[in-house]
């Protein structure tokens, strides 16, 4: 007797709740139908993205938009003509909360098998930076209907993640491809993906600890809706890297997490950041972030957070040069901390006090005290400890890749250099080195500084000399150069320098790709864990 029932194919439905169920498929009897259900997975893996500094959205605690990164047009209407005492004023780290308003672009495809991009976070981000590429990480680790789709038409077509086999990035190490079955057992969990902004101008000790109770909150959600959740994995992206290695080690949340896959971190601080804070941003990302060191010192002066992506001890001697051309003073011998960063009286120190508090118009000297002692406890307290406890910390499954462009120079070293002009004849660098700004008209706030100083020692004829900074010359992405963001651990599985600029660091095929094998990679240990189905 011949097989005459009809096959049909019943794709599965999420309840409101994210409940998975197959409907009843009505037939007569005659039809002797055949229903095929295909196994879809419930149990969950978060992907938890973490942005870099000025990445995440903030408010006031009054609820009035501050810092809101939607798109260049508007960024730059609302920042271009803000001097610094409006944004020292706006951008208070004690008076500022993360913003889950920004822009998203929901996908209803997603829901309700997963909460709404907004309900996991996508809003709290700058959509200007990461609204390509969440949506497409999201895809990524969301095909199931495609690859579905495929077999049952036999396409002959290949998912993102079933191109991984074949796919050679060259890493540096770690490059060795996917398997069929590292690939297959990938498809076994759903990989929702989170965000979760944070307050950059804080200390990444606070970011860190948001970030602990963000992954209960997250794990806790998923299991109310009756999907198994144990670990999840971090993806992050520059001072994002260095929150999660806060949590991870400091915090032994290391437990917690799978594994974490670091794009351009500031593995050991960027010079870049000591470049801004005296002279600005000079391309038109300054318009928004702040032209000049005036901008910038006023912000950054009572930020932790940004300040604690200066190079510390373990980046290495002698990356600030002051020069003339004959003579060369390189700084710092051992201790950035007490040789630059707290240098008061010297022109080339990293805060200038005039900068720090624009509405001290009279600069008043008590107020001008106060607020370089706080400054200079921010450093002492909250920098110097962040970044040297953090030396050597790095979770046991980590992936990262790096800036390394030629087209992308970065501030490796920053070079002040003497100008050679009528105004600038030959003089003593010893002297000049040793002397505060002359600046009268508290004109230098970019890229170059005048000081004066005697002829000689106890001579009552002055001279001024001019420097400038010089080009950066190392290569990069930028910002973060390779001395800064490359870096060797015994728990770094794969490496990648790539050829990207620092903000766009996830908008390229090689990044996008290395990120997403180093995701399929990481889930291979959920074997060791009780999420595992029991024919892993």
Known sequence: MSDSSEKIVVQPVYDEHGRLYYPLVNAPSEKNLTAICYKVPNRVIPVIFLPGVMGSNLQDKNGTPVWRLNSSLGALKDWVLKGAEDRKKLLDP??????????????????PKFPSRKERGWGEVA???????????????DDQDELLHNRLNKTGKQTLRQ?????D????????????DEIKLSYQYQFPVHVMGYNWLQSNVESANRLADYIDQVATGYKRRCQPCEKVILVTHSMGGLVARHYSEILEGHDRLLGIV???????????AYKRMKAGEGSPTGLVIGKDGGQFTAVMAQSPGPLQLLPGLRYGKWWLKIEDGNTRYSLPERDPYEEIYLQRDKWWGLCEERLINPENKAKNRSVMQADWDNFTKIIRKDVRSFIEELNGCYHN???????????????GTVRWVARKDYFNRKGNLELAFNSSIFDPMNAELSDMRSVKYPIKPGNDYS????FTIADPQEPGDGTVPVEGGKFTASGLRSILGAEVDHEG???????RFFTLRAIVKIAQSVKQTSLAYPDE
């Open 397 to 411: 499954n980590t992936y990262a890749f790096y800036g390394n462009s030629t087209k992308h120079l970065s501030y």
């Open 94 to 111: 004690e008076n500022t909360v993360v913003d889950s308003r920004g822009r998203v672009d929901d996908n209803h495809k997603e829901g």
């Open 505 to 511: 660091a996830y908008n390229t095929d090689d990044t």
């Open 463 to 466: 001279l001024i000399q001019t």
């Open 127 to 141: 959509y200007m930076s990461y609204g390509e590429f969440l949506p497409w990480l999201q895809a990524a680790l």
């Open 169 to 180: 990035l060259q890493a540096e190490m770690g490059e060795a491809k996917l398997t069929r």
């Open 262 to 272: 670091h794009g351009v971190m500031p593995t050991f601080g960027a010079p870049t």
């Open 163 to 167: 191109q991984l086999e074949l796919m």
